[in-house]
C-alpha cells in the first residue's frame, strides 16, 4: 500500500521560502519518479515539478524554474520541495505524488497522491 503524507505547508509573504516534504511508504522508493502538483482554487491541478528516481533529472514548469528546487533522499523515503521567492501566484494546495513508470513530466504521469499541503502567499 502507498502512502504519500506532505508537511510543510504554510503562510509566507511574497518573496519568502519554504520547503515542502513528502514521506512516502510502500514499495521500494528509488525505484519510482516522484513528483509535486498543485492545485489552486478554481483551476485545474497541474504539474510543477519531477525527479526520476536516482535523483539525477528532475523537470520543471516554466512559472517555478528558478525559483523551485525538488530533491529526494532515497534513504529516508522522503522527497523535498523547496520553494523561494514566492509569489502570489504559487497560492495553491501542494500535492506529492509518485508516478506510474519512467516518465515525471506530466500531471498523467503519475498515479498516487498525497492529501496535500496548502501554500498561501500573502502580505
Known amino acids: 500500500q502507498v502512502q504519500l503524507v506532505e508537511s510543510g505547508g504554510g503562510l509566507v509573504q511574497p518573496g519568502g521560502s519554504l520547503r515542502l516534504s513528502c514521506a512516502y511508504s510502500?514499495?521500494?522508493?528509488?525505484?519510482?519518479?516522484m513528483g509535486w502538483c498543485r492545485q489552486a482554487p478554481g483551476k485545474e491541478r497541474e504539474f510543477v515539478a519531477g525527479?526520476?528516481?536516482?535523483?539525477?533529472?528532475?523537470s520543471y514548469v516554466d512559472s517555478v524554474k528558478g525559483r523551485f528546487i525538488i530533491s529526494r533522499d532515497n534513504a529516508k523515503n522522503t522527497v523535498y520541495l523547496q520553494m523561494n521567492s514566492l509569489k502570489f501566484e504559487d497560492t495553491a494546495v501542494y500535492y506529492c505524488?509518485?508516478?506510474?513508470?519512467?516518465?515525471?513530466?506530466?500531471?498523467?504521469?503519475?498515479?498516487?497522491w498525497g492529501q496535500g499541503t496548502q501554500v498561501t502567499v500573502s502580505s
Open positions: 505524488a509518485r508516478a506510474r513508470g519512467l516518465s515525471f513530466t506530466r500531471l498523467n504521469d503519475y498515479n498516487y
Open positions: 510502500g514499495r521500494t522508493f528509488s525505484s519510482y519518479a
Open positions: 525527479i526520476g528516481g536516482n535523483g539525477g533529472f528532475t
